[in-house]
């Protein structure tokens, strides 16, 4: 039995993923993979990979499935990330969720725990609205709990800005999107017995506590996790 998840963490844009996905992974020792990451840093790196991502992005479009897909096989190809990881971000889609499915397979692995962070539609919009980014360490802030010197990251003395894609066109079309094609990936999860709903709302300790307690249930055993 491991003590490490194998997760992902499903939920709207907005309700807190990369956070408690970044606190998930320092909890447990495994590595935060964001696909919302790995594309903008290759978009600011000008790779071909970036190149390819960076219109659909802005746009506030799902990158192509084989796009993402081959990005994620080589992680798993790497071999580093075999013995735990939390998805941030990634599955987006059925198909990509099928097609994980399919790769951990291949790999002689499987999930432990799905987790859908739920927070209404209503607050993930007032979130991104007011979301802003530090541009060096990631730290996310919100115009009603701004940095202590305007806009310069506490962590890392780096520049807070609004991401592109936190546009308000941008915005609806992310969340419309995420009815479409990501909710449905929920029903998937839930059909395999690995999704577990955790309430998103609360302070970020709240949030991460609730979300350990959710994910030491799955790795304790399958019955302590049906829910
Ligand atoms: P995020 O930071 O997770 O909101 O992702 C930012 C953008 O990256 C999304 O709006 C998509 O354009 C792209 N992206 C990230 N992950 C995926 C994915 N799994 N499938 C398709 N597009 C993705």
Request: glycine share 12%; net charge negative.
């Amino acid at each position: 039995m491991t003590n490490r998840p194998r997760m992902v963490l499903l939920g709207r844009q907005g309700a807190g993923k990369g956070t408690q996905a970044g606190r998930i992974a320092s909890h447990y020792g495994v590595p935060h993979l964001s696909t919302g990451d790995i594309f903008r840093d290759a978009a600011k790196k000008g790779t071909p990979l970036g190149l390819q991502a960076a219109g659909y992005m802005e746009r506030g479009e799902l990158i192509p499935d084989d796009v993402v897909l081959g990005v994620i096989r080589d992680l798993f190809d790497s071999g580093e990330i075999a013995d735990g990881f939390v998805f941030d971000g990634f599955p987006r889609t059925a198909a990509q969720g099928r097609e994980l499915s399919a790769i951990l397979e291949a790999h002689g692995l499987a999930l432990d725990i799905v987790v859908d962070l739920d927070v209404s539609t209503e607050i993930v919009l007032h979130r991104l609205a007011g979301r802003r980014v530090c541009t060096g360490c990631g730290a996310t802030y919100h115009v009603d709990a701004p940095p202590t010197h305007p806009w310069v990251c506490d962590n890392c003395g780096g520049t807070v800005v609004q991401r592109e894609d936190d546009t308000e066109a941008a915005i609806a079309r992310r969340l419309e999107l995420y009815e479409a094609e990501t909710a449905p990936l929920s029903d998937f999860y839930r059909q395999l017995g690995l999704l577990v709903s955790v309430d998103g709302v609360g302070t970020t300790d709240e949030v991460s506590a609730r979300l350990i307690d959710a994910i030491d249930a799955a790795l304790a055993g399958p019955s302590a996790a049906a829910g």
